[in-house]
């Protein structure tokens, strides 16, 4: 081989050598950028995640600190309203003193009935702005005197006083009188108090003295009626009304009324013979027929109600929130006291706790009261023996409870009140398919009552005294319990029968040896009472209403109290005292 040749091989190696060694730089280079290129995103993504967490918490500490700001703000907010609340507190405690010293100073003096507590109201006005005008205006509203003839007629009724004052808004009470015009004839009064509404008393002050005159009258003249009826001729009336142009005289229930008295009639000529009729209890079962006939019709027309508008037709506009709708009449109530005067003979027929006192006038002048009713309730031990007599032992606790049936109701016996007659389907039909008639009627009947399992609780049988009028007896005084309330029965009879003697307040004093300075003043006090209301009052029933509200306590009249009675504003009033009803009734000229 040649030098040149050995050169150029050399060459060539060196030149791959130089090649290797730039190859291997610059693979270490690019790992050395590759190195630092990861390097760098590193230190980045570092940055970016120490960036994040500082976001992170700033946005903590950003919400921190509203909250910290809002419930520094929120315990201010509270503490102010606190302060605000109590010093609210303070000033109404004040207010309430002020107030409970004021009635002290101005109402010290009002009475109230007893069982009726001890609470004072502001009335409406002060009594010294109520004029004797007024007080007479609003006592005297509902006034009323009717005479009766002086012939066989009156059957020994001379006339009677009546008047009514009411404590609810509209009154439950209300009162008929009327002269039976066929058959033996006779006179009739009645004293009704309603409850959980007027509708049944409304009711069945318009329509039970027409049951009366039909259960009292002989069968020919029923047979005359009925063929008159058939016949299409007029049909002679029954009764002429003694009525105050005030009292209620809305429809009665029509020809659905109509339809059921001629039944009632048509079935006492299938029914009774005519040689029944003289018998002389015939008054006395024929009061208890028509109270027990009425109740039934109410009952039984209610019921056809029920089905003939049920959810499934569509009910008349106002349909129930008439008075006379019968569903209304039946889940409402009232209580009776009728009187039936009749040759020479009273016939009282009672349910409930209405009362009828007689007025006798002693030989030597002294009245005593003749009570011709007993109450219906539990303070009656017959009647309370009676109710649970007629219910198995196991609801020995609940059929009355605290003095009421089945813990809701008073009086033990009513007319209507068909939520203690109903069976028990009935009334769950009632509660659950017409809330239209339940909206409508007392909120105290919108729910069922309690231990309800063997229905009928509740009668409308009445009690019946029967009693020929004396000379002795001068009146009878019929009256729903919110007289009763007020005053004992023989006060009742020893007013009327003062104000209807004239009161002898001039005879001169006979004293004893034991009369005091303060027993003569009293006694003065009390003549003097006596003598200026008699004088004021030629009405007895309102001379009644008027020693009600505004008795002083020595048997006179105190103008101021009597204010204050009749100025309480009517959501007050009931709780005071109840409508009061009075119709006295006068049998005999009092002995002078």
């Given at each position: 081989?040649?030098?040149?040749?050995?050169?150029?091989?050399?060459?060539?190696?060196?030149l791959?050598?130089?090649?290797?060694?730039?190859?291997?730089?610059?693979q270490?280079?690019?790992?050395?950028?590759?190195?630092?290129?990861?390097?760098?995103?590193?230190?980045?993504?570092?940055?970016?995640v120490?960036?994040l967490?500082?976001?992170?918490?700033l946005q903590?500490?950003?919400?921190?600190?509203?909250?910290?700001v809002?419930?520094v703000?929120?315990?201010?907010?509270?503490?102010l309203?606190l302060?605000?609340?109590?010093q609210?507190?303070?000033l109404?405690?004040?207010l309430l003193?002020?107030?409970?010293?004021?009635?002290?100073v101005?109402?010290s003096?009002?009475?109230?009935?007893e069982?009726?507590?001890?609470?004072?109201y502001?009335t409406?006005?002060?009594?010294?702005?109520m004029s004797?005008?007024?007080?007479?205006?609003?006592?005297?509203?509902?006034?009323?005197?009717?005479t009766?003839?002086?012939?066989?007629?009156?059957?020994?009724?001379?006339?009677?006083?009546?008047n009514?004052l009411?404590?609810?808004?509209?009154?439950?009470?209300?009162?008929s009188?009327?002269t039976?015009?066929?058959?033996?004839?006779g006179?009739?009064?009645?004293?009704f108090?309603?409850?959980a509404g007027?509708?049944c008393?409304?009711?069945?002050?318009?329509?039970?003295f027409?049951?009366?005159?039909?259960?009292?009258l002989?069968?020919?003249?029923?047979?005359?009626?009925?063929?008159a009826?058939?016949?299409?001729?007029a049909v002679?009336?029954?009764?002429e009304?003694?009525k105050?142009?005030?009292?209620?005289?809305c429809?009665y229930g029509?020809?659905?009324?109509?339809?059921?008295?001629?039944?009632?009639?048509?079935?006492?000529l299938?029914?009774?013979?005519?040689?029944?009729?003289?018998d002389?209890?015939?008054v006395?079962s024929?009061?208890v027929?028509?109270?027990?006939?009425?109740?039934?019709d109410?009952?039984?027309?209610?019921?056809?109600?029920?089905?003939?508008?049920?959810?499934?037709?569509?009910?008349?506009?106002?349909e129930?929130?008439?008075?006379?709708?019968?569903?209304?009449?039946?889940?409402?109530?009232?209580?009776?006291?009728?009187?039936?005067v009749s040759?020479?003979?009273?016939?009282?027929?009672?349910?409930?706790?209405?009362?009828?006192?007689?007025?006798?006038?002693?030989?030597?002048?002294?009245?005593?009261?003749l009570?011709l009713?007993?109450d219906?309730?539990a303070?009656n031990?017959?009647?309370?023996?009676?109710?649970?007599?007629?219910?198995?032992a196991s609801?020995?606790?609940?059929?009355?409870?605290?003095d009421?049936?089945l813990?809701?109701?008073?009086?033990?016996?009513?007319f209507?009140?068909?939520?203690?007659?109903?069976s028990?389907?009935?009334?769950?039909?009632?509660y659950?398919?017409?809330?239209?008639?339940?909206?409508?009627?007392?909120?105290?009947?919108r729910?069922?009552?309690?231990?309800?399992?063997?229905?009928?609780?509740?009668?409308?049988q009445?009690?019946v005294?029967?009693?020929?009028i004396r000379?002795?007896?001068?009146?009878?005084?019929?009256a729903?319990?919110g007289?009763?309330?007020?005053?004992?029965?023989?006060?009742v009879?020893?007013?009327?029968?003062?104000?209807?003697?004239?009161?002898?307040?001039?005879?001169?004093?006979?004293?004893?040896?034991?009369?005091?300075?303060?027993?003569?003043q009293?006694?003065?006090?009390?003549r003097?009472?006596?003598?200026?209301?008699?004088?004021?009052?030629?009405?007895?029933?309102?001379?009644?209403?008027?020693h009600?509200?505004?008795?002083d306590g020595?048997?006179g009249v105190?103008?101021?109290?009597l204010?204050k009675?009749?100025?309480?504003?009517?959501?007050l009033?009931?709780?005071?005292?109840?409508?009061i009803?009075?119709?006295?009734i006068?049998?005999?000229?009092p002995?002078?």
């Open positions: 081989m040649t030098w040149d040749k050995k050169v150029s091989v050399l060459l060539l190696v060196l791959l050598v130089l090649l290797l060694v730039l190859l291997v730089v610059l270490l280079v690019l790992l050395l950028v590759l190195l630092l290129v990861l390097l760098v995103v590193l230190q980045l993504v570092l940055l970016l120490l960036l967490v500082l976001l992170v918490v903590l500490v950003l919400l921190l600190v509203p909250l910290l809002l419930l703000v929120l315990q201010l907010v509270l503490l309203v302060l605000v609340v109590l609210l507190v303070l109404l405690v004040l003193v002020l107030l409970v010293v004021l009635q002290l101005h109402l003096k009002l009475h109230y009935p069982g009726n507590g001890s609470r004072k502001r409406r006005r002060e009594a010294g702005q004797p005008a007024e007080i007479n205006r609003i006592l005297k509203a509902n006034e009323y005197t009717h009766l003839p002086r012939s066989p007629a009156s059957h020994g009724a001379l006339g009677f006083h009546s009514l009411s404590s609810n808004n509209p009154s439950e009470d209300r009162r009188s009327a039976c015009l066929l058959g033996g004839g006179v009739l009064f009645g004293v108090d309603g409850h007027p509708a008393a409304q009711v069945v002050s318009q329509r039970l027409y049951y009366i005159a039909v259960a009292t002989p069968l020919m003249t029923l047979s005359e009626l009925e063929a009826a058939d016949e299409e001729r002679a009336p029954l009764l009304w003694h105050h142009h005030n009292d209620h005289n429809p029509g020809q659905i009324a109509v339809n059921s008295l001629r039944t009632y009639w048509q079935e006492r299938d029914l009774e013979e005519a040689g029944e009729e003289e002389n209890g015939r006395s024929a009061l027929n028509a109270f027990s006939r009425l109740d039934n109410l009952s039984l027309e209610a019921q056809v109600h029920l089905y003939m508008s049920s959810p499934r037709r569509v009910s008349l506009p106002g129930a929130l008439s008075l006379s709708s019968p569903l209304r009449v039946a889940l409402s109530g009232c209580t009776a006291c009728v009187a039936h040759n020479g003979v009273v016939h009282v027929a009672n349910l409930g706790d209405s009362r009828a006192v007689l007025g006798v006038q002693e030989s030597d002048g002294r009245w005593t009261a009570s009713t007993n219906h309730n303070h031990p017959e009647e309370l023996q009676r109710i649970l007599g007629e219910h198995p609801e020995q606790h609940t059929v009355v409870r605290h009421r049936l813990g809701l109701l008073m009086p033990f016996r009513a209507g009140d068909v939520r203690f007659k109903w028990a389907e009935m009334l769950r039909r009632v659950e398919e017409r809330p239209d008639v339940l909206s409508a009627v007392s909120e105290a009947v729910t069922p009552p309690p231990h309800y399992h063997t229905p009928p609780y509740l009668s409308a009445p009690d005294t029967r009693h020929h000379p002795s007896d001068k009146f009878l005084v019929l729903t319990d007289l009763w309330e007020m005053m004992h029965r023989q006060t009879v020893q007013l009327v029968g003062e104000q209807l003697t004239g009161l002898r307040y001039q005879t001169p004093i006979i004293l004893g040896s034991d009369m005091t300075l303060g027993g003569l009293r006694l003065l006090l009390e003097k009472g006596r003598a200026l209301s008699a004088l004021e009052d030629q009405n007895a029933a309102t001379h009644l209403l008027r009600a509200l505004g008795n020595y048997g105190e103008s101021k109290r204010a009675m009749l100025s309480l504003p009517t959501d009033a009931r709780r005071y005292r109840d409508d009803t009075i119709t006295v006068h049998l005999n000229e002995d002078m």
